[in-house]
């Protein structure tokens, strides 16, 4: 695991475990309680146990440049677009930066793209798996990872959300959400990940302070709000 996590052995455990099942994982927590570090942790996990990772960790700076985060996470996947239906291809490529078409970007059509390039995706590493009888751990190989959520450029959280509930319940999803203290500030779950298919295989994990010994042993700077 990663080293720059400090004693949360048991939750990145749980969290891990529902990853491979394969499921759905939402980290919450206020800001700076180590919510990225975990995701960071899990993420290299996954790289390390041979995962295909598809990531993005928005900015509240980015949060206003429309399809920044898809651009981050479906890039990986870019030489597949080119077996996409027209209207998908370009709506894709033009959100990648991968086009000088003038067309406006039809949304529905990047929707659908980001949907038809995850079940690429996963597809691909089960024909694999499938041809090398797999690891015989059960642990799913794709993982869309989503670090702050709430700063998703809103295109890009329409159109992963419009996949993500027709795809999901083949791949891992990780995301993590800032939570506020106070009884008015309850944050609604990003992505729709509390509505079905993904409600079922929905782990939500809302991390505690650390204990005076696990915080001593904390590098400065080693988890980002």
């Known amino acids: 695991?990663?080293?720059?996590?400090?004693?949360?052995d048991a939750v990145l455990e749980r969290a891990w475990r529902s990853l491979a099942g394969p499921g759905v994982v939402l980290i919450e927590g206020p800001a700076g309680i180590g919510k990225t570090a975990m995701w960071r942790g899990l993420?290299?996990?996954?790289?390390?146990?041979?995962?295909?990772?598809?990531?993005?960790?928005?900015?509240?700076?980015?949060?206003?440049?429309?399809?920044?985060?898809?651009?981050?996470?479906?890039?990986?996947?870019a030489e597949q677009m080119a077996t996409l239906p027209r209207p998908q291809r370009v709506a894709a490529e033009v959100a990648l930066l991968a086009?000088?078409?003038?067309?406006?970007?039809?949304?529905?059509?990047?929707?659908a793209a980001?949907?038809?390039?995850?079940d690429a995706a996963?597809?691909?590493?089960?024909?694999?798996?499938?041809?090398?009888?797999?690891?015989?751990?059960?642990?799913?190989?794709?993982?869309?990872?989503?670090?702050?959520?709430?700063w998703l450029d809103r295109p890009s959280e329409r159109a992963l959300r419009f996949a993500l509930r027709r795809v999901a319940p083949r791949l891992a999803v990780l995301v993590t959400c800032r939570?506020?203290?106070?009884?008015?500030?309850?944050?609604?779950?990003?992505?729709?990940?509390?509505?079905?298919?993904?409600?079922?295989?929905l782990t939500r994990i809302e991390l505690d302070p650390l204990g005076v010994g696990a915080t001593t042993s904390c590098a400065p700077g080693s988890a980002r709000p």
């Open 179 to 201: 939570s506020d203290s106070g009884p008015a500030s309850v944050p609604p779950v990003p992505l729709g990940l509390d509505q079905e298919p993904t409600a079922g295989a």
């Open 99 to 111: 086009s000088d078409s003038e067309e406006p970007i039809d949304e529905r059509a990047l929707g």
């Open 43 to 77: 993420v290299g996990r996954a790289r390390a146990a041979g995962w295909r990772v598809l990531s993005c960790a928005p900015t509240e700076a980015e949060a206003a440049l429309p399809f920044a985060a898809l651009a981050d996470l479906l890039r990986p996947l």
């Open 1 to 8: 695991m990663d080293s720059a996590v400090v004693g949360r």
């Open 122 to 150: 996963v597809s691909a590493v089960s024909a694999v798996s499938a041809g090398s009888a797999g690891s015989g751990t059960g642990e799913t190989p794709v993982l869309v990872a989503v670090d702050d959520a709430p």
């Open 114 to 118: 980001t949907r038809s390039l995850l």
